[in-house]
């Protein structure tokens, strides 16, 4: 899906981060949408109340209870605000997550985690700069995950360690 078109997506320009101290300009970038953090929480709600349904036995006065309900929209809250905060951006030759950045085409060691559902990838460069980013939001734009996946095959022809399961994002041949 183009970003233009994705209604999950913050395409406004006023919204684009900026690259890190020294590093050439943004080429890409993902922050979800006002309207794609609510859907997340939305869901993250309704999962919730059905495994409190699940852990109650299949007992539909789940449904009737007031803290089990809160309990659902704190979780649906930290959902919107996790998912509202993420954001990633990536130029020709860098990756950056929130805070964190690394030079892609500089990488020394290259590796991934699944955590709670989902894999990160751990860079560390020439540096010392560090990311650890999701892989499924780099994932959402293209073009991102095309210059982190150039720099990465750059980085590991030329010496770069690459561990256990990024490998099969990023096999060697």
Same mark, same amino acid.
């Given at each position: 899906m183009r970003p233009d078109t994705d209604p999950d997506r913050d395409t406004r320009v006023a919204t684009r981060p900026d690259p890190p101290p020294g590093q050439g300009p943004v080429l890409a970038w993902y922050r979800s949408s006002k309207r794609g953090a609510r859907s997340t929480?939305?869901?993250g709600i309704i999962i919730v109340m059905v495994l409190l349904y699940l852990a109650e036995g299949f007992d539909v006065r789940v449904f009737e209870t007031w803290w089990e309900w809160l309990l659902a929209i704190a979780a649906g809250a930290g959902i919107y605000?996790?998912?509202k905060g993420d954001w990633c951006a990536a130029g020709a030759d860098w990756l950056r997550y929130r805070k964190s950045w690394a030079k892609?085409?500089? *990488?020394?060691?290259?590796?991934?985690?699944? *955590?709670?559902?989902?894999?990160y990838v751990y860079l560390t460069d020439a540096d010392g700069h560090k990311i650890d980013a999701p892989l499924n939001l780099i994932q959402k734009d293209r073009l991102m995950w095309? *210059? *982190?996946y150039n720099g990465v095959r750059h980085s590991i022809a030329n010496g770069a360690v690459i561990k256990g399961a990024a490998l099969y994002y990023f096999p060697v041949r």
């Open positions: 929480a939305i869901i605000f996790s998912v892609t085409y500089e *990488l020394t060691e290259i590796k991934t985690r699944y *955590l709670g559902g989902t894999t095309d *210059l *982190l």
